[in-house]
C-alpha cells in the first residue's frame, strides 16, 4: 500500500509539473512574454536593463511553425511600442514605436517626423529630435510605407538603428505591443 501511495505522489507531483509547462508555454506563446531592452535606443521611454511585459494577443498571436496568426483584437497604431522580428537578422528581436503605417509618406526634416506632408504632433512623438540617417532617413527624401509593413524609429534617434537604416517591418514579423516595465521596480510603469 504504502508503494503505491508514493507511485501515486509521484505521478502527481509530474503531473502538476508537466501541467505548469504547458501552461507556461501557451502563455509566453499567446499571451505575454518578457523581454530584456539591451540598448539605449528607445531611451528615456526604455532603458538599458529594464524588463518589459510585452501583449503578445493584440495583434494577433503567430502560431508556432506556421504563416498563421490568432485574430487581432486591435490594429497597430501609430505612436505603439512594439517588439518585432529584426528585418536584417531574423534571429534577433527589436523593439521601437511606430512612426508610418500602410500607405503613409514619411518625412524627416529639421529633427522632425511629417506624416502625409504634417508635421508629426502627437504626444509621444513631442520633445524628441529626429535626425537624418540611413536611405530611408534622407534629409528631404519621403519615404512610401507599402502595404502590410510599418516604418518604426527608436525614441532615441541619435542611437538607434531602426527603419531609417532597413526600410520597413513586415506585418508578419510583429510580435506584440510592450506594454509594462516590470523591472527594476523603481521604473515600474505602463509604456507610453
Do not use: C, H
Amino acid at each position: 500500500m504504502d508503494k503505491l501511495k508514493k507511485k501515486s505522489a509521484f505521478r502527481d507531483w509530474v503531473e502538476s509539473i508537466l501541467i505548469a509547462l504547458i501552461l507556461a508555454l501557451f502563455i509566453r506563446t499567446f499571451i505575454v512574454q518578457a523581454f530584456k531592452i539591451p540598448t539605449g535606443s528607445m531611451r528615456m521611454t526604455l532603458i538599458e536593463g529594464d524588463r518589459i511585459l510585452v501583449n503578445k494577443f493584440i495583434y494577433g498571436a503567430k502560431v508556432p511553425f506556421t504563416d498563421w496568426r490568432l485574430p487581432r483584437v486591435a490594429s497597430i497604431k501609430r505612436g505603439d511600442v512594439i517588439v518585432f522580428i529584426a528585418p536584417e537578422d531574423t534571429k534577433k528581436d527589436f523593439i521601437k514605436r511606430v512612426v508610418g503605417l500602410p500607405g503613409d509618406k514619411v518625412l524627416i526634416k529639421d529633427m522632425s517626423i511629417y506624416i502625409n506632408g504634417k508635421p508629426l504632433k502627437d504626444a509621444a512623438f513631442l520633445g524628441r529630435s529626429y535626425y537624418n540617417r540611413g536611405d530611408y532617413g534622407m534629409e528631404n527624401k519621403v519615404v512610401t510605407v507599402p502595404n502590410d509593413t510599418y516604418y518604426v524609429l527608436g525614441d532615441n534617434s541619435f542611437s538607434s538603428r531602426d527603419s531609417r537604416y532597413w526600410g520597413f517591418v513586415p506585418k508578419k514579423y510583429v510580435l506584440g505591443k510592450a506594454f509594462l516595465i516590470y523591472w527594476p521596480l523603481t521604473r515600474m510603469r505602463i509604456v507610453k
